[in-house]
């Protein structure tokens, strides 16, 4: 694959779960070049179809850089955008004729927009402002919502659904989870619904930048397309952050070369884009997200040279890392990553074995060629907004970092800010529903909205969160769970 | 391009060297050994009668409830979410819908002596001939009557098969793909792949 080509398409036009909603044939310009790109697709998404993974220079040294997360988090995919610096292309949607540059992170000169931008000021009050559409934010709503309050919902991503709209997989769990569905199918479920709701308000593409503590009031930037803003100044009663988590990336060598990415990032472009970001590639994390993006990688077509973890013993669910057994990808367990190397672009990866005090074994490197690296060496909550906002956090290892402190129902020692999801503590889609439902029942309650049926099943769901956590899986968490409950 | 590294020049692996490393349990392989320990076998008198049995590659407590749920017959127990499938072997009417349920996709279904009961003078070799339901999420989807490559759960190559009949579940949206393999592989057979260019 040569790295710079027009005629390059990496799309995806044939997949045994997904199917591709790519909307209306545009085109956008990238350095002089006319690269073909779909409405429905994010700039992003768009270079990487057509081959290019380099997407800006690193500030002091100049090297090559491309994206990391693909979720609007990492900033590592910014580029300057019909004149405006520091776009977020990956969460950036394409419009036809968008001009598309390389920047150098350093020193990007003030916007020279293009077209004149256009800023709508827009305040108002809610009950409940709820901060990420994933699967607890989306739960949180429709909860609060069914109760009659009245709801705002935020996030960053054009897209609704979270993280959910790229789970190929049947979800585990029960029925109260919706078990035996698959991630992307939830995710329309819980969208389709929560448009039915005249009481929530919904705000995608929309960025919170501030929080003002005294007067209780939330800024969010929305684009609603580039060069088109609106500033949102929302008051809420009460607040439900549910803004997710980040993946880890690991230190060595070539871990900025473009194609070495978080695994949730390459599950991005194969799932909900269609496209694939590498032909081979060695996968670094053989727990849950390690093996589950491994058979992923397979449904779009592309060979995964190996899944390697420093650990002696998989972290994984035996079925899910035995389904990649049987197919013959390779996880090599006390294995670990020297370097990637290749001249602007990922070409290849040694790997070496550990002894058991993980120190390297002399003589065990190997050297694959691959054009992706990818890592799924877990998560870290995202807490930045409870940070600034005044929540008390604490730093927990079973839950993957600084989470907040809060009660049963998930309130924070901030007065009517309540948490859920990856935010509280990295787990589940199916836990982070619940807690979802949880935050949003509680917070409506303290509004003094009150049914019988929501007190059944904020105990229902603070009942099954418990069972699911009795999982020798999740001992850890209920581990961690404890040193962060307090009560009011 | 070549890598330098602390222990000099790093070996260009084949992909086949890197498959023959460690397997168990703990780089999540699974031998028909572990099933047996597990009780996750039939007894001999199952199969003897010839009865389906359903395979549960399934050993440990996770929180997971499908397969459970789904079955008509209550032949999979299950007392709290983290339980480990139980299976009651002579409930099991082979319906396929736990496998076509499980999100590990880790259920396939033997039919043992299939070939003696339903395909007796229709082919020579029927006698020998089992059927197991295998799930299957990639693509290319094997085709009806068509020959597969039977692997068991190592990636280990068994026995080649004959695709039966393809299904896929209206519900769950996994393709259950039904092959003729020889009885002594049954038990094993846990993957296909198709021979196709």
Redesign the interface.
Known sequence: MSPISGLVDRRIY????LKFDRGRRVRIIFEGREIPAYENETIAAALYAAGILHFNYSGRLKRPRGPFCMIGKCSQCMMRVNGVPHVRTCITLVEDGMIVEREDTHEATLPTPTKKMKIEYVNKDYDIVVVGAGPAGLSAAMEAAKLGAKVAVLDQNPFLGGQLIKQ????????DSY??T?GVDIAKMLVDEIKDYENIDIYPAAQVIGYYRREGVMVAFQSLRLAEYRVLRLKGKRYVIATGAMERSLVFPGNDLPGVMGAGAAQTLMNVFGIRPADEVLIIG?GNVG?IIAYQA??A?IKV??VIDIL???A?????????????I????RHTI??A???GRV??A?I?EVDEKFR?I????????VDGVWMAVGLTPSVELLELMGAKLKFVRELGGYVPLRTEYLETTLDGVFVAGDATGIEEASTAMMEGKIAGISAAFSLGYKSDEAEKERLKAIKWLD??R?????ARIKEGVKKVLITK | ???E????K????K?EE??E??KD??????SLEDLRRAGNLPPDDIVEKGLPVPIF??????????CH??CPTGAVVME???DKPKVIWEKCTGCTLCAQ??????ITIVYPKFGEKRLKGKRPDAEKLWLVSIPY???P?PKKGEKVRV?????RYLCDGEVYTVIKSPR????LVNVLVPGECAFEA??VEVMRE
């Open positions: 044939e997949h045994p779960i190929t997989h049947k979800f585990f769990g029960t029925k078990a035996g698959r053989a093996v397979a449904q077509g040279k190996a002696p013993k998989t994984a669910y035996l079925v899910h890392a035995s389904k990649i057994r049987r197919m013959g390779p996880v090599l367990m020297r370097e190397y290749g001249k070409e290849g040694v070496y390297p002399p003589g065990s490197e190997k050297d694959l060629e069972e699911f009795s999982s020798p899986h999740y | 391009m070549a890598s590294t602390e222990g000099g790093a070996r260009k692996v992909p890197l498959l490393t460690q349990l703990a780089a999540g392989y699974i590659d399934c050993l440990e407590n996770i929180p997971c409830t499908p749920d789904v709290s979410m983290i349920a499980c999100p590990g996709l880790a999420e990639l693509l989807i692997y068991d759960r190592g990636h769950f949206g996994t393709v846990k993957y």
